[in-house]
Nanobody
């Protein structure tokens, strides 16, 4: 089992940047596929990005490609989401998630149901 704690959210102006972090408990972080999701008020939770266990393969939803970067540091048990060129429509609560499957099929990790563990979320607000 793994516990996830997100941080780094806040208020930023359009065009600004934020870096979210998700710290995981336990010594087996490197065995988890990680993902970031977000949920805006009144909307469903949606996929943002995912990364394989070694950090060598990533996958993004189209709306953030070229602006967001997911990465991980297995020595620090942490996954990151670097967000640049932020837009008001990026405003949401951002969640990290983990799955213990050994196989990384990027498209399948767009689904919330693929993940076993979730953090509590961190708020990102982009002002216009």
């Amino acid at each position: 089992q793994v516990q996830l704690v997100e941080s780094g959210g806040g208020l930023v102006q359009t065009g600004g940047s934020l870096r979210l972090s998700c710290a995981a408990s336990g010594r087996t972080f490197s065995t988890y596929i990680m993902g970031w999701f977000r949920q805006a008020p009144g909307k469903d939770r949606e996929f943002v990005a995912t990364i394989n266990r070694s950090g060598t393969s990533t996958y993004y939803t189209d709306s953030v490609k070229g602006r967001f970067t997911i990465s991980r540091d297995n020595a620090k048990n942490t996954v990151y989401l670097q967000m640049n060129s932020l837009k008001p429509e990026d405003t949401a609560v951002y969640y990290c998630a983990a799955d213990a499957s050994p196989n990384f099929y990027p498209r399948s990790y767009r689904s919330r149901g693929q993940y076993d563990y979730w953090g509590q979320g961190t708020q990102v607000t982009v002002s216009s």
